[in-house]
């Protein structure tokens, strides 16, 4: 369990921020009035509270701080047992639980079951170093949102965050009317299980779902060059996953000419895979 620490102009919360203090009553001598209200945003997404569960200090901090790294997520506390995992979700009531599997007192699947029984109807991802196929079979029969095999990096943690969220945000707007109200959530989290189709010899779906993600929000198109600077992949790299795309229909590419040498290749997203390439769980 992690411990709360204050400050001395504010109060601590569970997961160790402060919030702010003031020195002076609004409008008093020397301070400001009450600055007036500027223009409304959108709202901001409610907070996905997480609780890392490894028995491992070291990974676990690694984790946590994946974690905070990617929004709306915060983590509430990190466990090393499975018993101090099972107190800190009865305290803590986190939405979403980052569970290994090798814990020094108990499987990390039999956790979910005791979880259930007492009640709590959080989230379970596995983050574990365990390959058998019987681990995951049995994490599948207990309802595991996703399966991260160790070791891994930022990226492929953010993806299946994100991936997370957007299935969780789907199925807490559901406002069932009709059949199709409740297929539409169900094909959702169908996607989410799917198994992806295979990619060429030598690429990683992690990579693909990068730079895929990457060409979507691009701004018009992208050269290899600039969708490797984005990502942190090489060049060749990029470009080999651009032309993936561009062949099996997800992407256009156009010529641009310069002064000399060869036309540069930009590459523009022009909708959903159409063949072989990645799945696209959880994505509107």
Known sequence: ??????????????????????????????TAGPAAPGPKGPPAAAPIGVLVVDDDFMVARVHRAFVERVEPFRVLGVAGTGEQALTAVGEL?????????????VFGLDVIPRLRAAGHDCDVMVISAAREADAVRGAVRQGVVDYLLKPFDFEDLRIRLERYALQRGRLLGTVVRSQADVDRVLAGAAAQAAT??????????????????TLREADGTLSASECAALTGVSRVSARRYLEHFHTVGSAEVSLRYGVAGRPERRYRFRGEVTGPALPHAGRP
């Open 93 to 105: 009531r986190p939405d979403l639980v980052l569970l290994d599997l090798y814990l020094p007192d």
């Open 196 to 213: 992806a189709p295979a990619l060429p010899k030598g690429m990683s779906v992690e990579t693909a779902e990068l730079v895929e993600r």
């Open 1 to 30: 369990m992690t411990a709360t620490s204050g400050t001395s102009d504010g109060t601590a919360t569970a997961d160790g921020t402060a919030t702010a203090g003031t020195s002076a009553a609004a409008g008093g001598p020397g």
